[in-house]
């Protein structure tokens, strides 16, 4: 039997995953299966669809959307879906990104998308986030997630600042 792939990461343009590749890198690291695609909301819905409900049938648990300007593919996606959404707003060339980030946002009640910071940053955690809840049912992944924490603390700790000259 096939292993189940657990998250999907869905951006709007392949030129998102400069930003996207984020996310799919802490879910390898951390063991999580996942598939990333380019689909976007506006220019191939019925592809998104079906893709969406082909990853539920696979045994998804959740998504992560990245997109740019008008961000609706986050909203796109949990309107498809009662899996937990996570939305990571892409830099944007006029706005730098606040268009991204209030497009994401401001979902209306009762269709949330959870949402990360503008960028990689944003990637990443969402990824973080996703691995915390599918932690709590699985030792392994929480034993990994304790680890990871504690590197992080312990480089923080064992870091030293410079000398003055």
């Not at 999580?32 to 409900?53: D, G, I, M, N």
């Not at 992080?152 to 000398?163: D, F, G, H, R, T």
Request: aromatic residues 4%.
């Amino acid at each position: 039997m096939p292993e189940k792939t657990l998250v999907g990461i869905v951006m709007g343009s392949t030129s998102d995953w400069a930003i996207m590749k984020e996310a799919a890198q802490i879910c390898h690291d951390f063991g999580v299966t996942y598939e990333a695609r380019a689909l976007s909301a506006h220019r191939t819905p019925k592809e998104l669809e079906a893709w969406l409900a082909d990853m539920q049938t696979r045994g998804a648990q959740a998504f992560i959307a990245g997109a740019g300007g008008a961000a609706h593919l986050a909203g796109v996606v949990a309107a498809a879906t009662i899996l937990p959404v996570y939305g990571v707003p892409i830099p944007s060339q006029y706005l730098k990104g606040m268009d991204s980030l209030l497009s994401t946002v401001q979902m209306p009640m009762g269709i949330p998308v959870a949402t990360l910071a503008i960028g990689a940053a944003g990637a990443a955690n969402a990824a973080l986030a996703v691995v915390s809840v599918l932690a709590l049912n699985d030792p392994g992944l929480k034993a990994k997630l304790i680890a990871f924490r504690a590197a992080q603390a312990a480089k923080v700790c064992n870091s030293k600042l410079p000398e003055l000259n």
